[in-house]
Protein backbone atom coordinates (compact mmCIF):
# COMPACT_ATOMS: atom_id res chain seq x y z
CA UNK A 1 0.00 0.00 0.00
CA UNK A 2 1.61 3.05 -1.07
CA UNK A 3 0.90 6.54 0.78
CA UNK A 4 1.85 9.72 1.47
CA UNK A 5 3.82 10.27 5.09
CA UNK A 6 6.03 13.00 6.68
CA UNK A 7 9.03 12.81 8.54
CA UNK A 8 9.95 16.13 10.76
CA UNK A 9 13.72 16.66 12.32
CA UNK A 10 14.98 19.46 14.45
CA UNK A 11 17.93 20.77 12.83
CA UNK A 12 20.91 21.96 14.42
CA UNK A 13 22.86 24.99 11.66
CA UNK A 14 25.94 27.39 12.66
CA UNK A 15 25.30 31.23 12.21
CA UNK A 16 26.32 30.83 8.54
CA UNK A 17 23.81 28.20 7.53
CA UNK A 18 21.00 29.97 9.84
CA UNK A 19 21.69 33.39 7.63
CA UNK A 20 21.44 31.13 4.44
CA UNK A 21 18.20 29.26 5.58
CA UNK A 22 17.02 32.80 6.33
CA UNK A 23 17.93 34.06 3.15
CA UNK A 24 16.01 31.17 1.07
CA UNK A 25 12.61 32.31 2.84
CA UNK A 26 13.29 36.04 1.95
CA UNK A 27 13.35 35.40 -1.44
CA UNK A 28 10.52 32.94 -1.47
CA UNK A 29 8.97 36.07 0.05
CA UNK A 30 10.17 38.81 -2.06
CA UNK A 31 8.80 36.57 -5.35
CA UNK A 32 5.22 35.86 -3.87
CA UNK A 33 4.86 39.72 -3.24
CA UNK A 34 6.26 40.99 -6.45
CA UNK A 35 3.64 38.64 -8.08
CA UNK A 36 0.86 39.94 -6.28
CA UNK A 37 1.55 42.73 -6.95
CA UNK A 38 2.20 42.54 -10.69
CA UNK A 39 -1.87 40.53 -10.50
CA UNK A 40 -3.29 43.40 -8.12
CA UNK A 41 -1.90 46.13 -10.80
CA UNK A 42 -2.90 44.11 -13.74
CA UNK A 43 -6.27 44.08 -12.70
CA UNK A 44 -6.83 47.08 -11.41
CA UNK A 45 -5.45 48.60 -14.70
CA UNK A 46 -7.91 46.31 -16.61
CA UNK A 47 -10.90 47.33 -14.46
CA UNK A 48 -10.18 51.21 -15.24
CA UNK A 49 -10.36 50.39 -19.01
CA UNK A 50 -13.54 48.74 -18.72
CA UNK A 51 -15.10 51.96 -16.86
CA UNK A 52 -14.12 53.83 -19.96
CA UNK A 53 -16.11 51.36 -22.32
CA UNK A 54 -12.96 49.97 -24.27
CA UNK A 55 -13.78 46.46 -25.74
CA UNK A 56 -12.76 43.28 -23.76
CA UNK A 57 -9.97 42.26 -26.59
CA UNK A 58 -8.41 45.49 -26.60
CA UNK A 59 -7.88 45.07 -22.70
CA UNK A 60 -4.41 45.22 -21.13
CA UNK A 61 -3.29 41.31 -21.45
CA UNK A 62 -4.06 39.21 -18.25
CA UNK A 63 -1.12 37.78 -16.33
CA UNK A 64 -1.84 33.81 -15.92
CA UNK A 65 -2.39 33.15 -12.26
CA UNK A 66 -0.86 29.40 -12.77
CA UNK A 67 2.63 28.33 -11.41
CA UNK A 68 4.24 28.18 -14.49
CA UNK A 69 2.38 31.51 -15.72
CA UNK A 70 3.79 33.14 -12.70
CA UNK A 71 7.26 31.79 -12.80
CA UNK A 72 7.50 32.71 -16.63
CA UNK A 73 6.92 36.23 -15.80
CA UNK A 74 9.20 36.37 -12.55
CA UNK A 75 11.94 34.98 -14.62
CA UNK A 76 11.79 37.89 -17.28
CA UNK A 77 12.26 40.49 -14.51
CA UNK A 78 14.41 38.84 -11.89
CA UNK A 79 17.26 40.52 -13.54
CA UNK A 80 15.80 43.62 -12.11
CA UNK A 81 14.11 43.01 -9.46
CA UNK A 82 16.76 40.81 -7.54
CA UNK A 83 19.88 41.20 -9.17
CA UNK A 84 21.36 38.66 -6.40
CA UNK A 85 18.59 35.91 -7.87
CA UNK A 86 21.78 33.73 -8.37
CA UNK A 87 22.87 33.67 -4.64
CA UNK A 88 19.95 31.12 -3.54
CA UNK A 89 18.15 28.34 -5.23
CA UNK A 90 15.45 28.80 -7.54
CA UNK A 91 13.33 26.31 -5.11
CA UNK A 92 13.21 29.58 -2.90
CA UNK A 93 11.45 31.54 -5.82
CA UNK A 94 9.18 28.83 -6.98
CA UNK A 95 8.25 28.61 -3.16
CA UNK A 96 6.96 31.86 -3.15
CA UNK A 97 5.21 32.10 -6.53
CA UNK A 98 3.65 28.35 -5.98
CA UNK A 99 1.94 29.70 -2.36
CA UNK A 100 0.49 32.47 -4.40
CA UNK A 101 -1.00 30.13 -6.91
CA UNK A 102 -2.86 28.22 -4.69
CA UNK A 103 -4.40 31.18 -2.97
CA UNK A 104 -5.13 32.73 -5.91
CA UNK A 105 -6.74 29.35 -7.29
CA UNK A 106 -8.76 29.18 -3.75
CA UNK A 107 -9.80 32.29 -4.03
CA UNK A 108 -11.27 32.10 -7.22
CA UNK A 109 -12.69 28.73 -6.59
CA UNK A 110 -14.49 30.31 -3.42
CA UNK A 111 -15.80 33.14 -5.36
CA UNK A 112 -17.33 31.05 -8.21
CA UNK A 113 -19.16 28.07 -5.79
CA UNK A 114 -16.14 25.59 -6.76
CA UNK A 115 -14.78 25.55 -3.37
CA UNK A 116 -17.21 24.88 -0.44
CA UNK A 117 -16.27 25.79 3.47
CA UNK A 118 -15.65 28.90 4.35
CA UNK A 119 -14.84 32.19 1.89
CA UNK A 120 -11.28 32.29 0.96
CA UNK A 121 -9.76 35.98 0.96
CA UNK A 122 -7.56 37.56 -1.54
CA UNK A 123 -3.83 36.97 -0.86
CA UNK A 124 -2.32 39.65 1.04
CA UNK A 125 0.98 40.78 0.60
CA UNK A 126 3.69 38.59 3.41
CA UNK A 127 5.42 40.69 6.11
CA UNK A 128 9.35 40.15 6.61
CA UNK A 129 8.42 40.48 10.22
CA UNK A 130 5.13 38.44 10.66
CA UNK A 131 5.15 35.49 8.01
CA UNK A 132 6.86 32.33 9.36
CA UNK A 133 9.89 31.51 7.44
CA UNK A 134 9.80 28.51 5.03
CA UNK A 135 11.13 27.40 1.37
CA UNK A 136 10.69 23.99 0.02
CA UNK A 137 12.66 22.18 -2.32
CA UNK A 138 11.10 19.71 -4.60
CA UNK A 139 14.19 19.04 -7.22
CA UNK A 140 17.85 18.79 -7.17
CA UNK A 141 19.73 16.80 -4.25
CA UNK A 142 17.81 16.13 -1.20
CA UNK A 143 18.88 12.79 0.56
CA UNK A 144 19.67 11.70 4.15
CA UNK A 145 23.56 11.06 4.59
CA UNK A 146 25.13 7.74 5.54
CA UNK A 147 25.66 8.78 9.13
CA UNK A 148 22.23 9.65 9.73
CA UNK A 149 22.53 12.77 11.00
CA UNK A 150 23.01 15.01 8.69
CA UNK A 151 20.70 15.67 5.70
CA UNK A 152 21.54 17.13 2.27
CA UNK A 153 19.41 20.05 0.31
CA UNK A 154 20.50 22.08 -2.80
CA UNK A 155 21.95 25.55 -2.19
CA UNK A 156 22.24 24.57 1.49
CA UNK A 157 24.55 21.75 1.38
CA UNK A 158 25.08 19.54 3.86
CA UNK A 159 23.01 19.94 7.25
CA UNK A 160 22.76 18.64 10.65
CA UNK A 161 20.54 17.00 12.40
CA UNK A 162 19.25 17.32 15.78
CA UNK A 163 18.06 13.99 16.11
CA UNK A 164 18.96 10.75 14.32
CA UNK A 165 17.22 10.48 11.12
CA UNK A 166 17.58 6.25 11.28
CA UNK A 167 13.69 5.00 10.56
CA UNK A 168 13.41 7.13 7.50
CA UNK A 169 17.25 6.26 6.23
CA UNK A 170 16.37 2.43 7.01
CA UNK A 171 13.30 2.84 4.34
CA UNK A 172 14.89 4.25 1.56
CA UNK A 173 17.84 1.98 2.29
CA UNK A 174 15.31 -0.41 1.32
CA UNK A 175 13.89 0.73 -1.26
CA UNK A 176 10.30 1.04 0.37
CA UNK A 177 10.53 4.96 0.84
CA UNK A 178 10.90 7.80 -1.45
CA UNK A 179 11.70 11.54 -0.75
CA UNK A 180 9.25 14.00 -3.13
CA UNK A 181 9.98 17.22 -0.70
CA UNK A 182 12.18 18.56 1.83
CA UNK A 183 10.21 22.32 3.40
CA UNK A 184 12.63 23.80 6.01
CA UNK A 185 10.37 25.79 8.23
CA UNK A 186 11.38 28.01 11.25
CA UNK A 187 9.17 27.53 14.05
CA UNK A 188 9.61 28.30 18.25
CA UNK A 189 13.04 29.68 17.59
CA UNK A 190 14.43 26.76 15.60
CA UNK A 191 14.45 25.38 12.25
CA UNK A 192 12.71 21.89 11.31
CA UNK A 193 13.41 20.25 8.17
CA UNK A 194 10.02 18.06 6.95
CA UNK A 195 10.58 15.34 4.13
CA UNK A 196 7.50 14.63 1.89
CA UNK A 197 8.06 10.44 1.48
CA UNK A 198 6.43 8.19 -0.29
CA UNK A 199 6.22 4.91 1.41
CA UNK A 200 5.38 1.44 0.63
CA UNK A 201 3.08 0.28 3.75
CA UNK A 202 2.61 -3.47 4.81
CA UNK A 203 -0.64 -4.32 4.98
CA UNK A 204 -1.30 -4.19 8.48
CA UNK A 205 -4.17 -5.68 10.50
CA UNK A 206 -5.77 -4.51 13.83
CA UNK A 207 -5.03 -6.62 17.15
CA UNK A 208 -8.28 -6.73 17.72
CA UNK A 209 -10.15 -6.55 13.50
CA UNK A 210 -13.88 -7.37 15.06
CA UNK A 211 -13.90 -5.36 17.57
CA UNK A 212 -15.43 -1.62 17.34
CA UNK A 213 -14.88 1.16 20.12
CA UNK A 214 -16.94 4.39 20.73
CA UNK A 215 -14.71 7.32 21.49
CA UNK A 216 -16.51 10.24 23.05
CA UNK A 217 -14.10 13.45 23.03
CA UNK A 218 -14.43 15.68 26.27
CA UNK A 219 -13.06 17.91 28.61
CA UNK A 220 -12.95 16.37 31.78
CA UNK A 221 -11.52 13.10 30.04
CA UNK A 222 -9.88 13.30 26.65
CA UNK A 223 -11.61 10.62 25.61
CA UNK A 224 -14.13 8.03 27.29
CA UNK A 225 -14.38 5.09 25.42
CA UNK A 226 -17.42 2.49 25.32
CA UNK A 227 -15.08 -0.38 26.92
CA UNK A 228 -14.95 1.49 29.47
CA UNK A 229 -11.11 3.09 29.83
CA UNK A 230 -10.92 7.03 30.59
CA UNK A 231 -8.10 8.86 28.92
CA UNK A 232 -7.01 11.35 31.44
CA UNK A 233 -6.89 15.31 29.75
CA UNK A 234 -3.21 16.11 30.35
CA UNK A 235 -4.10 20.09 30.16
CA UNK A 236 -0.95 21.30 28.71
CA UNK A 237 -1.87 24.69 28.26
CA UNK A 238 -3.33 25.20 32.02
CA UNK A 239 -0.33 23.77 33.74
CA UNK A 240 1.56 26.12 32.01
CA UNK A 241 -0.56 29.28 32.29
CA UNK A 242 0.83 30.31 35.41
CA UNK A 243 4.27 30.87 33.37
CA UNK A 244 3.09 32.15 30.39
CA UNK A 245 1.44 35.01 32.71
CA UNK A 246 4.89 35.74 34.22
CA UNK A 247 7.04 35.95 30.90
CA UNK A 248 4.10 37.77 29.26
CA UNK A 249 4.07 40.54 32.18
CA UNK A 250 8.00 40.24 31.62
CA UNK A 251 7.73 40.80 27.81
CA UNK A 252 5.30 43.83 28.64
CA UNK A 253 7.64 46.18 29.87
CA UNK A 254 10.39 45.66 27.59
CA UNK A 255 10.46 48.04 24.29
CA UNK A 256 8.70 46.43 21.56
CA UNK A 257 8.26 47.11 18.49
CA UNK A 258 5.87 49.85 17.11
CA UNK A 259 4.65 50.10 13.76
CA UNK A 260 3.34 54.04 13.88
CA UNK A 261 6.63 54.67 15.12
CA UNK A 262 8.74 52.51 12.83
CA UNK A 263 10.42 51.56 16.28
CA UNK A 264 12.18 47.86 16.32
CA UNK A 265 12.25 45.97 18.54
CA UNK A 266 15.15 45.76 21.78
CA UNK A 267 17.66 42.99 22.28
CA UNK A 268 15.86 42.05 25.65
CA UNK A 269 12.25 42.52 24.45
CA UNK A 270 13.37 39.97 22.06
CA UNK A 271 14.99 37.25 24.36
CA UNK A 272 11.94 37.73 26.47
CA UNK A 273 10.05 37.04 23.23
CA UNK A 274 11.64 34.03 22.69
CA UNK A 275 11.46 32.26 25.93
CA UNK A 276 7.82 32.97 25.84
CA UNK A 277 7.61 31.47 22.44
CA UNK A 278 9.82 28.31 23.64
CA UNK A 279 7.01 27.71 26.18
CA UNK A 280 4.42 27.24 23.72
CA UNK A 281 6.45 25.37 21.66
CA UNK A 282 7.27 22.90 24.24
CA UNK A 283 2.83 22.57 25.33
CA UNK A 284 2.43 22.23 21.45
CA UNK A 285 5.00 19.46 21.63
CA UNK A 286 3.60 17.54 25.05
CA UNK A 287 0.04 18.15 23.49
CA UNK A 288 1.11 16.83 20.03
CA UNK A 289 3.12 13.82 21.63
CA UNK A 290 -0.15 12.74 24.04
CA UNK A 291 -2.42 12.76 21.04
CA UNK A 292 -0.28 10.82 18.79
CA UNK A 293 0.15 7.86 21.32
CA UNK A 294 -3.66 7.93 21.82
CA UNK A 295 -4.68 7.27 18.44
CA UNK A 296 -1.95 5.37 17.20
CA UNK A 297 -3.20 3.19 20.49
CA UNK A 298 -6.72 2.67 18.98
CA UNK A 299 -5.92 2.45 15.33
CA UNK A 300 -3.52 -0.32 16.26
CA UNK A 301 -6.26 -2.34 18.71
CA UNK A 302 -9.47 -1.80 17.45
CA UNK A 303 -11.13 -2.96 14.13
CA UNK A 304 -13.46 0.34 13.85
CA UNK A 305 -13.50 3.04 16.21
CA UNK A 306 -16.46 5.36 15.83
CA UNK A 307 -16.23 9.41 16.83
CA UNK A 308 -18.48 12.53 16.26
CA UNK A 309 -18.03 14.97 14.12
CA UNK A 310 -17.85 17.86 16.52
CA UNK A 311 -18.62 21.47 15.54
CA UNK A 312 -15.55 22.67 17.33
CA UNK A 313 -15.60 26.41 15.92
CA UNK A 314 -19.47 26.30 17.54
CA UNK A 315 -17.69 25.09 20.85
CA UNK A 316 -14.71 27.84 20.80
CA UNK A 317 -17.41 30.76 20.88
CA UNK A 318 -17.98 29.69 24.33
CA UNK A 319 -15.49 32.02 26.22
CA UNK A 320 -15.91 29.59 29.30
CA UNK A 321 -14.55 26.69 27.50
CA UNK A 322 -12.90 27.81 24.46
CA UNK A 323 -9.13 27.68 25.92
CA UNK A 324 -9.58 23.88 27.69
CA UNK A 325 -11.54 22.99 23.59
CA UNK A 326 -8.95 24.17 22.17
CA UNK A 327 -6.05 22.78 24.61
CA UNK A 328 -7.66 19.06 24.18
CA UNK A 329 -6.86 18.78 19.86
CA UNK A 330 -10.48 17.32 19.24
CA UNK A 331 -10.01 17.98 15.26
CA UNK A 332 -6.59 16.71 15.58
CA UNK A 333 -7.56 13.29 17.38
CA UNK A 334 -10.17 12.86 14.07
CA UNK A 335 -7.61 14.06 11.80
CA UNK A 336 -4.74 11.37 12.65
CA UNK A 337 -7.41 8.47 13.33
CA UNK A 338 -8.69 9.08 9.91
CA UNK A 339 -5.32 8.22 8.19
CA UNK A 340 -3.71 5.57 11.08
CA UNK A 341 -7.12 3.49 10.89
CA UNK A 342 -6.15 3.03 7.22
CA UNK A 343 -2.47 2.57 8.24
CA UNK A 344 -3.77 -0.58 10.51
CA UNK A 345 -5.92 -2.05 8.50
CA UNK A 346 -9.18 -0.61 10.21
CA UNK A 347 -11.99 1.87 9.50
CA UNK A 348 -12.81 5.46 10.89
CA UNK A 349 -16.79 5.93 11.10
CA UNK A 350 -17.80 9.25 11.88
CA UNK A 351 -21.26 10.10 13.30
CA UNK A 352 -23.36 13.29 12.10
CA UNK A 353 -22.83 16.08 14.97
CA UNK A 354 -26.45 16.53 15.24
CA UNK A 355 -26.62 12.71 16.46
CA UNK A 356 -27.51 13.10 19.83
CA UNK A 357 -25.33 10.32 21.28
CA UNK A 358 -25.75 12.14 24.93
CA UNK A 359 -29.18 12.07 24.83
CA UNK A 360 -29.67 8.52 23.76
CA UNK A 361 -30.28 5.91 26.39
CA UNK A 362 -27.48 3.25 25.38
CA UNK A 363 -30.10 0.74 27.35
CA UNK A 364 -33.71 1.04 25.88
CA UNK A 365 -33.01 3.82 23.04
CA UNK A 366 -34.90 6.53 24.37
CA UNK A 367 -34.37 9.81 23.83
CA UNK A 368 -34.01 13.06 26.18
CA UNK A 369 -35.25 16.43 25.06
CA UNK A 370 -33.28 18.12 27.29
CA UNK A 371 -30.02 17.29 28.68
CA UNK A 372 -27.87 20.11 30.08
CA UNK A 373 -24.15 20.43 30.16
CA UNK A 374 -24.16 20.50 33.89
CA UNK A 375 -25.43 17.23 34.39
CA UNK A 376 -22.74 14.62 34.36
CA UNK A 377 -25.25 11.93 34.71
CA UNK A 378 -27.58 9.77 32.77
CA UNK A 379 -30.80 9.06 33.88
CA UNK A 380 -33.33 7.77 31.82
CA UNK A 381 -36.75 8.15 32.37
CA UNK A 382 -37.58 5.10 30.47
CA UNK A 383 -35.52 2.39 32.12
CA UNK A 384 -34.00 4.06 35.21
CA UNK A 385 -31.19 3.76 33.43
CA UNK A 386 -28.10 5.85 35.76
CA UNK A 387 -24.60 6.19 33.90
CA UNK A 388 -22.12 8.83 33.31
CA UNK A 389 -23.17 10.75 30.21
CA UNK A 390 -19.66 10.25 28.17
CA UNK A 391 -19.94 6.34 29.00
CA UNK A 392 -23.77 6.54 27.55
CA UNK A 393 -22.03 8.64 24.33
CA UNK A 394 -19.52 6.06 23.74
CA UNK A 395 -21.51 3.23 24.19
CA UNK A 396 -24.12 4.79 21.46
CA UNK A 397 -21.27 5.66 19.12
CA UNK A 398 -20.10 2.44 19.11
CA UNK A 399 -24.28 0.78 18.62
CA UNK A 400 -23.83 2.89 15.28
CA UNK A 401 -21.27 0.63 13.77
CA UNK A 402 -23.55 -2.28 14.41
CA UNK A 403 -26.35 -0.86 12.85
CA UNK A 404 -24.56 -0.07 9.78
CA UNK A 405 -23.71 -3.19 8.71
CA UNK A 406 -27.05 -4.56 9.50
CA UNK A 407 -27.93 -1.86 7.18
CA UNK A 408 -25.83 -3.03 4.34
CA UNK A 409 -22.50 -1.92 3.13
CA UNK A 410 -23.67 -0.14 0.03
CA UNK A 411 -24.25 4.29 0.54
CA UNK A 412 -27.76 5.17 1.49
CA UNK A 413 -29.97 7.93 0.25
CA UNK A 414 -30.57 10.30 2.85
CA UNK A 415 -31.41 13.65 3.83
CA UNK A 416 -29.16 13.22 7.27
CA UNK A 417 -30.12 14.38 10.84
CA UNK A 418 -31.33 18.14 11.68
CA UNK A 419 -31.12 20.14 14.36
CA UNK A 420 -33.77 18.77 16.26
CA UNK A 421 -33.74 15.51 18.88
CA UNK A 422 -35.91 12.69 17.71
CA UNK A 423 -36.40 8.94 18.41
CA UNK A 424 -34.30 6.84 17.58
CA UNK A 425 -34.16 6.17 14.15
CA UNK A 426 -32.51 4.15 10.92
CA UNK A 427 -28.86 4.54 10.32
CA UNK A 428 -27.69 5.86 7.20
CA UNK A 429 -24.53 6.14 5.47
CA UNK A 430 -23.16 9.04 3.74
CA UNK A 431 -19.61 8.48 1.70
CA UNK A 432 -17.27 10.88 1.88
CA UNK A 433 -15.42 12.01 -1.20
CA UNK A 434 -12.62 9.86 -1.82
CA UNK A 435 -13.47 6.95 0.56
CA UNK A 436 -14.62 3.80 0.08
CA UNK A 437 -18.34 2.39 1.45
CA UNK A 438 -18.39 0.75 4.43
CA UNK A 439 -17.49 -3.29 4.26
CA UNK A 440 -15.84 -2.61 0.52
CA UNK A 441 -12.32 -3.74 0.47
CA UNK A 442 -9.96 -2.22 -2.29
CA UNK A 443 -6.96 0.42 -2.03
CA UNK A 444 -6.68 2.40 0.64
CA UNK A 445 -7.43 6.25 -0.18
CA UNK A 446 -4.02 7.96 -0.55
CA UNK A 447 -4.64 10.22 2.50
CA UNK A 448 -6.02 7.41 4.88
CA UNK A 449 -8.14 4.78 5.10
CA UNK A 450 -12.15 4.21 5.15
CA UNK A 451 -13.96 6.84 6.19
CA UNK A 452 -17.98 7.11 6.29
CA UNK A 453 -19.96 9.42 7.72
CA UNK A 454 -22.54 7.60 10.21
CA UNK A 455 -26.35 9.83 9.68
CA UNK A 456 -29.40 9.60 11.75
CA UNK A 457 -32.36 9.60 9.50
CA UNK A 458 -35.08 10.82 11.69
CA UNK A 459 -39.05 9.44 11.19
Known amino acids: MKTIQAYRYALDLTSTQDRDVYAHAGAARVAHNWALAQVIAVMGQRAAERSYGIADELLTPSLSWSLAGLRKAWNAAKPEVAPWWAE ?27 RTGRPVGFPRFRSRRRTTPSVRFTTGAIRVEPDRKHVVLPRLGRLKLHESARKLARRIDDGAARILSATVRRDGGRWYVAFTVEIDRTERAPARPKSVVGVDLGIKHLAVLSTGELAANPRHLAAAKQRMRTLGRSLSRKAGPDRRTAQRASKRWERAAARLGRVHVRVANLRR ?19 EDLNVTGMLANRRLARHIADAGFAEIRRQLAYKTGWNGGRLLVADRWYPSSKTCSGCGAVRTKLALSEREYQCEACGLIMD ?71
Do not use: C, I, M
Open 389 to 459: RDRNASLNLAALAAELNTAGSGPVAARGADRKTRVRGRVALKREPGTASAGQTGTVPPQGGTVDRVLLKGH
Open 289 to 307: DGLHKLTTRLAATYGTVVV
Open 88 to 114: VSKEAFNTGLDALARGLKNWADSRSGK
